[in-house]
């Protein structure tokens, strides 16, 4: 069971580090391979694309053909696109290895979920497990711009990425030797439905693609238009077609809607709020990046040390209740901030806190409901919609903020030497956009919590 944590946490490292520790190395990077700032933005942006949008599919496929077997296969192509880092010579060389990187990580994030819930029978011991995996990867996320920092002053930028190449290895091995072939009796063996995968895809990479163009000032309108087409042509398919890559009524369950709408919930106020506060810290309050990043300090350490109460939570309230609880601390997080953001820094500290805090338990919470609300052969594309949900409400947070700012902000945002008037616009935007998230994030909570409630007292009932 060790050897299998071990893999599983190790995937999950993977997944957190990889972007965290390349940023810090982005500048270097721009000039020795004299990329310009769009290329500079690809070569994050195409890891996060191709990652977010092939995450359905092949959650789908693992469900089918086998989630170990999936993932490994997976770490061979992490660790081989990894090892290219060392020959790149042009930026557009580094985005194709970034882009196969997202596809390696589409294939193993949604199986780590899936598979550490199949190493257990009972509740307590999944969340558990899931609080150890995401722990070790939040501290990856966490360490990763120091880690990056330092490893640059003493190694050329693509070590940064070799790192993947030992961690992958691990991961390879945990899981090879600590977790058994899938049994097929817990997988199905329907048709693919590549038009539905097809369509899926398309929907979510135009979903993730259009915060961007808000936030950049690109054709955001004909984007998010584009996604919304595509999303009505992947429900219109899912519910005609005879095997469908995502069974739509699998999400109606109470367990899954609700535990897709808390995720959704923490990814907006997470994503948003952090966000605002960077902007904020920096452009308005005048603080240097390096204050700044120690500004998001007590966000980072509740979220890795917030870890040793999540059991607890659940074992005294349940799961039901606790999800309703740590959703609730984020709202008031992002209510704090709305209302008293503006007055000072502790204010903004203790609204990152109750965020972090409250993310910290439904993370995990909302995780583990969404795969007890599913049948067994159903279990990775459940995972890969959790992180789906968080990746596209995450980037749903980004445009609304940046929208609402850029519609209220006269002139450019990141000039420097704002007149009083722009100061004075610039707080009345973020408060905008963080009350904005506040009534969303709550509504969202409010609604899952209404449909577990319901289901509960139905099941009651029954009884």
Known sequence: MKLALTGLSAVFL???????????????IGRDLHASTVALQWVTGAYAVVFGGLMLAFGALADRYGRRRLMLTGLVLLGLASLATAFVTTAAQLIAVRAVTGVAAAMTTPGSMALAFRLFDDDARRVRATTLISTVGLAGLAVGPTAGGLLLAVAPWQAL???????????????????APDDPAGLHRDPADVTGALLGTA?????????????????????????????????ARQRTARHPMLDLA????????????????????????????????QLDWGWTPTEAALGMLPQVAVLIAGGAVVGPLVQRAGMDRAALLSAASVVAGLAVYAAFGRLGYAWIALA??????????????????VLRGLPENRTSIGAAL???????????GLAVTGTIIAAVFTGSVASSGWTGHQTAQFEQ??????LTLTIVAAALAGWAFRVTARSEKSRSAAA
Request: charged share 5%.
């Open 386 to 396: 959790t992180d789906t949900a968080s990746q596209v409400t995450s980037g749903a």
């Open 250 to 281: 699998l999400i109606g369950r109470p367990l899954v809607s609700a535990g897709l709408a808390y995720k959704a919930a923490a990814g907006l106020a997470t994503a948003g709020l952090g966000y605002l506060v960077t902007l904020q810290l």
């Open 14 to 28: 993977v997944e957190m580090l990889d972007n965290s520790i390349l940023n810090v190395a982005l500048p270097t």
């Open 352 to 369: 990152l806190v109750l965020v972090a805090a409250g993310l910290r338990v439904v993370g995990v919470v909302a995780a583990v409901n």
């Open 429 to 434: 935007a973020v408060t905008i956009a963080a």
């Open 161 to 179: 990425l070799l790192i993947n190449v030992p961690i992958a290895a691990l991961a390879f091995l945990g899981i090879r030797a600590g977790i």
């Open 203 to 235: 929907t979510v990479v135009l979903a993730l693609l259009a915060p961007a163009e808000f936030v950049s000032g690109g054709l955001p309108w004909i984007t998010t238009a584009a996604a919304v087409v595509a999303g009505v042509l992947f429900v």
